[in-house]
């Protein structure tokens, strides 16, 4: 082969490339926005089984508070949604995770109404054993809605744990570290909640305005 053809074959490969890497480049933007926006559907859709939408009238997804505590998803930062109704507060929402599964972290969206009650716990991704672990998911039994109303008084604090603990909460046939990650990591927010929740819910101004509330000369909420 001359000179000539392996110039004709270095020219032909690289347009194919750079043809290539455009049509690639073309499919990521015309599918990154639809994923983007599959995934703020799934997230509303989970904070709503938590807080339905009629709870409350502001942007759920965007009026967020970011916190930090060792107790908390294993130290990690952690999103908190919040639920207004005319200003006052109605519920938080805390994306945390239970660091302690039996197959690795357990994602939860774990909501506290503002009375300090558990408004619901939903798993959102996890790797537990199928047909034992993954019973934490509210599409496989209803375990998680065991929660549901639930406080740091109901049941008593030293009960806030799975019954092969002497606790409150059930386990699974074959299956007790799951529950017992979960139990622990909605105790740890609801235990957060009580000594945080004027961090996340500010009493009103001086004025007596609504906490949410903006004026144009103020910064929009998180």
């Known amino acids: 082969m001359n000179a000539r053809h392996i110039l ?3 020219v032909l490969l ?4 750079l043809i290539g890497t455009g049509i690639v480049a073309l499919l990521h933007e015309g599918t990154g926005d639809k994923i983007a926006e599959n995934q703020r559907l799934a997230t509303l859709r989970n904070l709503n089984a938590i807080v339905p939408h009629e ?23 952690v999103t908190v949604y919040r639920a207004f109704l005319h200003g006052e507060p109605v519920a938080a929402v805390f994306a945390t995770v239970a660091p302690e599964g039996y197959s690795g972290p357990i994602r939860l969206l774990v909501g506290v109404n503002a009375d300090g009650s558990v ?5 959102t991704a996890h790797r537990e054993t199928p047909g034992l672990g993954d019973a934490i998911e509210a599409s496989r039994s209803d375990w998680i809605l065991g929660f549901d109303g639930r406080s740091l ?3 008593p604090f030293e009960r806030w744990a799975v019954a092969r603990d002497d606790g409150a909460f059930d386990q699974f046939t074959g299956a007790t570290i799951s529950p017992r990650a979960v139990v622990r990591a909605v105790r740890e927010v609801l235990l957060y909640f009580a000594a945080h929740g004027d961090d996340i819910f500010p009493p009103p101004a001086a004025t007596g305005a609504p906490a949410t509330e903006t ?8």
């Open 55 to 77: 709870r409350y009238d502001n942007e759920l997804l965007t009026d967020i508070r970011q916190v930090h505590d060792d107790a908390l998803a294993g130290g990690q930062p």
């Open 8 to 10: 004709t074959s270095a």
């Open 119 to 123: 408004a619901g716990v939903r798993v």
């Open 215 to 222: 004026t144009p000369t103020e910064e929009p909420h998180e």
């Open 14 to 17: 690289g347009l194919f490339a």
């Open 153 to 155: 008084e109901d049941p």
